[in-house]
């Protein structure tokens, strides 16, 4: 068992209306790429990854993203798990025989939401998926001091929707 915040089930309603909801929903049953921009524990990183679709988060909370890389390095039979920067690829699969032909990714990155587009160059992603973080206030990195977290979406959203592919979706 994995001690995440959110609850799994309402966390994979979000993936799944993320990916029916966009334009890529008939490829819903191939490896699509999601992306959680403020991934906390991995929740939504880990539901995609059931879905068997590959994972990618970010997460500025350092704590966080270390129990994410302890989880996966404990219960996951094959990880990469070596730091680029601020950045952890796990490489996984059921068996030897799916890693070798089809394997699945979790990309995990330290660093704060509002550059996401930085970390994840060009049009990746085909759909957007996170359990907010509510009745909190939050800091960004950039200098500013905590802010509401409408006041974060406003400028989160802009970098979020640079990395979306075109007819991508968001559930939020």
């Given at each position: ?15 799944n209306?993320a ?9 819903f ?16 990183l ?20 270390a ?11 094959t ?46 992603f ?6 907010l ?15 509401a ?16 592919l ?7």
């Open positions: 068992k994995y001690k995440g915040k959110t609850n799994e089930m309402f966390t994979g309603m979000l993936v209306l990916v029916f909801s966009s334009e890529y929903a008939k490829w049953d191939r490896p699509l790429q999601v992306l959680d921009p403020m991934c906390g524990r991995g929740t939504t880990f539901e995609a990854l059931r879905r068997d679709y590959d994972a990618s988060g970010v997460e500025i909370d350092k704590t966080d993203v129990e994410v890389r302890k989880f996966l390095k404990k219960y996951c039979m990880a990469d798990g070596k730091s680029v920067g601020t950045r952890t690829r796990f490489t996984l699969a059921e068996n030897a025989e799916r890693f070798r032909e089809d394997p699945r990714t979790l990309t995990l990155t330290l660093g704060d939401t509002l550059l996401t587009d930085r970390f994840y160059k060009g049009r990746t085909h759909a957007l998926a996170c359990d973080p509510y009745g909190v206030q939050h800091e960004s990195r950039d200098g500013q001091s905590k802010v977290l409408d006041k974060l979406m406003a400028r989160a959203l802009r970098a979020w929707q640079k990395v979306l075109p007819g991508a979706a968001v559930a939020l």
